[in-house]
């Protein structure tokens, strides 16, 4: 499903990526880990089009995507949830979930669409009619992935989603990404601090140390907290 090779990238002179190798395949939940100030989320800004590709390369579904803008990505089916959740604060639940319909080229937000994510998320059809910046940190984290579903994404990447998040709101969070995953059939790639949450969902985890992958990380090594506190020690 994703794939780069050898990928360079980062901000000016300053590469913040230095050769970055991983692959995600269909259907599959895999999570970036690491410090903090180690690249993680140079990685996704990178992947879905924010930070322009230095060398290197990035494939998404067969397709090489390294020179396609962010909009351009969307629409081969490619989401981003940033870090913040990004949601637009001054407009509706509603109308935020409407500005999901650019994603994947999805010209029309149908009543289908819209009923698939109140069943997921119940909280926000009570406030459809609230602006996204008077809610919690948990809602509008909520209303971040639903305005993603609404475009009918293939790969949704998660950039920190349980930050600002209370510890009850982030395992529904978890419950919802596998839902999301089982249901949809959809690929999750999550960078994440909150090491219960990448337990919870992860088949998978790459560790990220100074802008290169330093470890690959099967299911029982992620569950290994002896093993997660040492990768992940300062």
Known sequence: MLKTVKLRAGYGKVMILQGVDFHIGKKEIISIIGRNGVGKSTLMKT???EVPVSSGSIEFAGKDCTKLKAYERAQLGMGYIPQGHGVFPLLTVEENLLVGQCINGNK???KKHMELV???F???KERRTQRAGT?????RAMLSIARILIGEPSLILFD???EGVQPNIVELIGEIILKINADLGVTILLVEQNIGLVQQVSEKAYVIDKGLIAHELDKAMINDNETTKRLLAV
């Open 47 to 49: 992947l879905i089009g």
């Open 108 to 110: 029309q937000t149908t």
């Open 118 to 120: 109140y069943d997921y």
């Open 122 to 124: 119940p909280r926000l």
């Open 135 to 139: 809610m919690s940190g948990g809602e």
């Open 160 to 162: 920190e989603p349980s």
